[in-house]
């Protein structure tokens, strides 16, 4: 079992950057995928990233290409997604997930076996 907590959520300007960080319990958590997602009021839960096992394969929503990475450090058990270039748009509840055996990129919550609690990020225009 893997218990995560995410952290970093905050008020940012348009334009700026946040790092949100995902930190798990449990000794196996290297043998698991890391996703993150992101639910707007009103909005399903959308998928933003995932990050393999290794950390050596990462995937992006086209929303959040080329402003945001995903990173891992299996050592303290962190993964984290540092947001550039921040946009209103990107206001939501993020929310990350881990799971093993995810299949394609993990794009539906369902896919998920573990989630953290939420931090809210708030981009103003």
């Known amino acids: 079992q893997v218990h995560l907590v995410d952290t970093g959520g905050g008020l940012v300007q348009a334009g700026g950057s946040l790092r949100l960080s995902c930190a798990a319990s449990?000794?196996?958590?290297?043998?698991?995928?890391v996703g993150w997602f992101r639910q707007a009021p009103g909005k399903e839960r959308e998928y933003v990233a995932a990050i393999s096992e290794s950390g050596g394969i990462t995937y992006y929503a086209d929303s959040v290409k080329g402003r945001f990475t995903i990173s891992r450090d299996n050592a303290k058990n962190t993964v984290y997604l540092q947001m550039n270039s921040l946009k209103f748009e990107d206001t939501a509840v993020y929310f990350c997930a881990a799971g093993d055996q995810i299949p394609g990129h993990g794009t539906e919550p369902y896919e998920w076996d573990y989630w953290g609690q939420g931090t809210q990020v708030t981009v103003s225009s």
């Open positions: 449990g000794r196996t958590f290297s043998s698991y995928g």
